[in-house]
């Protein structure tokens, strides 16, 4: 039913919950929660998590490829590095009902990947508090991304790809919460529509081929917003 929630009793003292795992899997399901766990394969067919995947130290979900992933809840970086990331080479598909939110460590709360199919987040990307963190990281192309609310970046840009289809942001993408003097809320090379429904606030979007350009809200604050 879950992972990581009744702590490490399984696991020597100061250990983690975890799951390794030489093949392939067809199918991983977790009905509710998963927590603080490492869970690493060859490939997987589908990931899905009925609740959310926090990770408050060491736990985060590798694989050479994932066909799919949906989560019913959050997913919630920590205070180590990759905490709460998911990596593979290829990802078919995403599915974030809740929130994608970083912690302050690395990389924590990270989907990354060769090449990202669809994207879809229910809630927000909000970053964290160190460079890397809360955010769609794909050194190829991502199929589409749809976030229903918003895009909050810190020290990290919230999407980087070499290329996305169409992006639609049902919120705004807002950098004004964070400390640091300048913040990319987009990094991609080529998009072929980016719809804001709300406001473009005090982040900068660095692309550099875009197709349709729509805000429906305002662009406040900052520099060029858009490059």
Do not use: W
């Not at 460590?105 to 199919?117: H, Y």
């Not at 400390?179 to 998009?191: H, K, N, Y």
């Not at 709300?198 to 350009?213: M, Q, T, V």
Request: aromatic share 4%.
């Amino acid at each position: 039913n879950s992972m990581g929630l009744i702590g490490t009793l399984t696991p020597l003292p100061g250990g983690e919950a975890g799951t390794l795992i030489a093949g392939v899997v067809k199918t991983f399901t977790v009905r509710t929660e998963i927590l603080n766990a490492d869970i690493r394969a060859a490939a997987f067919g589908s990931i899905r998590v009925g609740g959310s995947i926090t990770v408050n130290d060491d736990g985060s979900i590798s694989a050479e490829k994932i066909s799919s992933l949906a989560v019913g809840g959050s997913i919630v970086g920590g205070n180590g590095f990759d905490d709460g990331s998911v990596q593979a080479d290829e990802i078919g598909s995403v599915i974030i009902r809740g929130s994608l939110i970083g912690g302050s460590g690395g990389d924590s709360g990270t989907i990354q990947a060769g090449r990202i199919g669809r994207v879809f987040i229910g809630g927000d990307i909000r970053g964290g508090f160190e460079v890397d963190v809360a955010m769609i990281d794909s050194e190829g192309a991502i199929a589409s991304l749809t976030v229903n609310g918003s895009i909050f970046p810190n020290e990290a840009t919230g999407v980087r790809a070499s290329s996305v289809g169409a992006i639609k942001i049902g919120g705004s993408i807002d950098g004004s919460r964070t400390t640091v003097s300048s913040v990319e809320g987009l990094e991609i090379d080529a998009v072929k529509s980016l719809s804001i429904a709300g406001d473009l606030r005090a982040s900068h979007i660095r692309i550099e081929n875009l197709g349709i350009f729509h805000v429906g809200g305002s662009i406040i604050g900052g520099a060029l917003p858009l490059s």
